[in-house]
């Protein structure tokens, strides 16, 4: 439910539909908080002085705020009236992402707090009288110092090298929805493509008696099976959904089919007191030596870093369309997924992978642990870094495009005779995302230290330039020794190598900037840079990269690569597209430089 004039009008929960619910975005009162003294001044009390456009952050131009300075402090308020319609139901209140630390006050009361900028969290505002306007308030604290997840996001004032605009407050829907006191939760749908099925585990709010959960699974020519059990026995009950031979339908970039799933919480009278639209793409990923399979075959992995950031709104698309752009542009360019990098991408983001049949990388912006000092203990993640990784898996998990974990990028600490806090989080990340998730691969860390030595993944970064030197320099995969980042000094940052898959997961970057080739801009690399020496006509761009894509694909022990990168990103010139989405390069010729027949793909490799 929106009105036109709201901006991202959306279902934000794609995977977890109630037809009922609010959206709240729009105009909301505002205000910024230097200090951080707020509470203490009386803003819980009073109105605010300005106005945003939520959801997007008070650094972009489409908040209407354009705020780019360190905000320690931000304060919204607004107010709404829950439907008539919502009488007898409790209503929960969403935050798809707020940046970094916030409290959610309701009328005065403090119902929510959170910690993270990347993860949705809830408010139970339990049963609202219907009719009556609701005040909610909203402080998001974003300190400028210390260890925060804060992904690409600059920590100096202004953007430099590979860090950009600031995110602060708000930057995904804001939403009400009603529920039955006893209802249905997130669900982890886990499809058995083996066993031609669906596993559900179906957590409840609440076991009442004489409850039952029922689940109804549906393709274009109606029903396709259903099972039903009892609700008020086990905390979250499980169901087994069997496809009938001549109903099966795997997912796969070719044929991205989604089954429809609709899922029922009846009460003892056998009504039905909740109801909930899903979907399910039936897949599987395995691994088989160096290759990860897909549905049982070799899949390489043509992927981009996508960072997910726009000119006009930041970390928020600004709208749901650029998202789908952004899938159909990779998609052009010859790529069939992405790392979806240094951010947890919105899930409409996810939704649109998932029918567009786009492989993904699920990541975290955990950039921000660096503490300085020494080059042995100079990266300190904390216990939040687990918690906000676990939520984003938890929203995630039922994605049938992501096919691969990853919650560290590029951590950078030198082996040596003690283990230190980044040793601890890395393995606690890898340890609760395997936890949480038996059915796809996860990587400790992507490049630099990895630290896990049963990481499922192994993979480095390099951004060298010549072909026929990456070539030497990745050349040892076969041997079992593959090239590894290390310190300049050569000192190791990771655990050996123990025959996993492997993969190049960052490289090229190349910097292609056609103004600064023509002479119109010069060599400021606060304007723009790419990495290498800059290619000085598109040919010579073309050249390289088919160079550099080849010698991967050529590589029958690699199962796939990670292009840098999809779009420009501010002063980072080294995107496939420019970073209004614009084209800069014949994408003809970049897609079949990558569409050759990869080593893994030919009948004989496997």
């Known amino acids: 439910m929106h009105t036109p004039s709201v901006p991202r009008p959306e279902y934000p929960r794609p995977q977890f539909v109630r037809r009922d619910?609010?959206?709240?975005?729009?105009?909301?009162?505002?205000?910024?908080?230097?200090?951080?003294?707020?509470?203490?001044?009386?803003?819980?009390?009073?109105?605010?002085?300005g106005e945003i456009l939520v959801p997007f952050a008070p650094e972009s131009e489409l908040s209407g705020v354009g705020d780019t300075d360190f905000l320690e402090a931000v304060w919204y308020r607004r107010r709404f009236t829950p439907p008539e319609a919502w009488a007898g139901r409790r209503t929960l209140l969403?935050?798809?992402a707020v940046d970094h630390d916030t409290t959610v006050w309701v009328d005065g009361t403090e119902a929510v707090r959170h910690r993270g900028g990347f993860t949705p969290f809830t408010a139970d505002l339990g049963h609202l009288p219907v009719g009556r306007e609701v005040e909610i308030t909203v402080r998001a604290r974003d300190p400028k110092s210390g260890p925060q997840a804060r992904g690409k996001q600059a920590v100096q004032y202004a953007n430099h090298d590979c860090n950009y605009t600031r995110t602060t407050?708000?930057?995904?829907?804001?939403?009400?929805?009603?529920?039955?006191?006893?209802?249905?939760?997130?669900?982890?749908?886990?499809?058995?493509l083996a066993g031609a099925a669906f596993s559900l585990?179906?957590?409840?709010?609440?076991?009442?008696?004489?409850?039952?959960?029922?689940?109804?699974?549906s393709d274009d020519a109606g029903e396709v099976c259903r099972a039903e059990t009892r609700a008020d026995l086990d905390l979250a009950p499980r169901l087994h959904l069997a496809l009938p031979e001549d109903r099966r339908r795997e997912w796969c970039p070719e044929d991205p089919f989604l089954y429809g799933l609709r899922l029922e919480l009846l009460d003892?009278?056998?009504?039905?007191?909740?109801?909930?639209?899903?979907?399910?793409?039936?897949?599987a990923v395995s691994v088989r030596g160096r290759t990860v399979l897909l549905n049982g075959s070799p899949r390489?992995?043509?992927?981009?870093?996508d960072q997910g950031w726009y000119p006009d709104g930041l970390m928020t698309a600004p709208s749901d369309e650029a998202l789908v752009r952004d899938i159909e542009l990779a998609l052009e360019a010859g790529f069939n997924g992405a790392r979806l990098h240094q951010k947890v991408f919105e899930e409409r983001f996810l939704y649109h992978a998932?029918?567009?049949?786009?492989?993904?990388?699920?990541?975290?912006?955990?950039?921000?642990?660096?503490?300085?000092?020494?080059?042995?203990?100079?990266?300190?993640?904390?216990?939040?870094?687990?918690?906000?990784?676990?939520?984003?898996?938890?929203?995630?998990y039922s994605h049938p495009s992501i096919v691969g974990w990853c919650p560290l990028n590029e951590t950078y600490q030198k082996l040596h005779d003690r283990i230190t806090q980044l040793d601890d989080v890395t393995r606690a990340m890898f340890l609760a995302t395997k936890a949480m998730d038996t059915s796809r691969p996860v990587i400790d860390a992507s490049g630099y230290s990895h630290r896990v030595l049963e990481t499922d993944i192994y993979d480095s970064h390099s951004y060298e330039q010549d072909p026929a030197a990456f070539r030497k320099l990745v050349s040892g995969l076969a041997k079992g020794e593959p090239f590894v980042n290390a310190h300049e000094t050569g000192a190791a940052y990771s655990q050996p190598y123990r025959g996993q898959p492997y993969f190049v997961s960052e490289f090229g970057g190349i910097w292609w900037d056609p103004e600064a080739a023509a002479g119109e801009s010069g060599s400021d690399r606060t304007v723009s840079w790419g990495y290498g020496d800059r290619v000085r006509t598109?040919?010579?761009?073309?050249?390289?990269?088919?160079?550099?894509?080849?010698?991967?694909?050529?590589?029958?022990?690699?199962?796939?690569?990670?292009?840098?990168?999809?779009?420009?990103?501010?002063?980072?010139?080294?995107?496939?597209y420019r970073f209004d989405r614009s084209t800069k390069l014949d994408i003809a010729r970049v897609r079949d430089a990558q569409l050759r027949t990869a080593a893994i793909e030919k009948p004989h490799a496997g």
């Open 21 to 49: 619910w609010l959206n709240l975005n729009g105009t909301w009162q505002f205000e910024t908080d230097q200090g951080d003294s707020g509470l203490e001044r009386g803003l819980l009390d009073r109105d605010l002085t």
């Open 94 to 96: 969403h935050f798809g």
């Open 169 to 192: 407050g708000i930057w995904q829907t804001v939403w009400a929805e009603p529920v039955p006191d006893a209802h249905l939760r997130r669900p982890r749908i886990t499809p058995d």
């Open 201 to 217: 585990e179906l957590p409840l709010s609440a076991n009442r008696p004489g409850h039952r959960i029922r689940a109804v699974l």
């Open 268 to 283: 003892a009278a056998g009504e039905v007191a909740d109801t909930v639209e899903s979907y399910a793409g039936l897949r």
């Open 300 to 305: 390489f992995q043509r992927l981009v870093l």
């Open 354 to 396: 998932d029918r567009l049949g786009y492989l993904v990388w699920g990541e975290f912006g955990d950039w921000g642990c660096e503490i300085g000092g020494s080059s042995g203990d100079n990266q300190r993640p904390d216990a939040s870094f687990v918690a906000q990784w676990l939520e984003a898996v938890e929203r995630d």
């Open 538 to 576: 598109e040919d010579e761009f073309h050249e390289r990269f088919a160079g550099l894509t080849g010698v991967l694909l050529e590589d029958p022990e690699m199962f796939g690569y990670c292009y840098t990168q999809l779009t420009d990103v501010f002063q980072e010139q080294n995107g496939v």
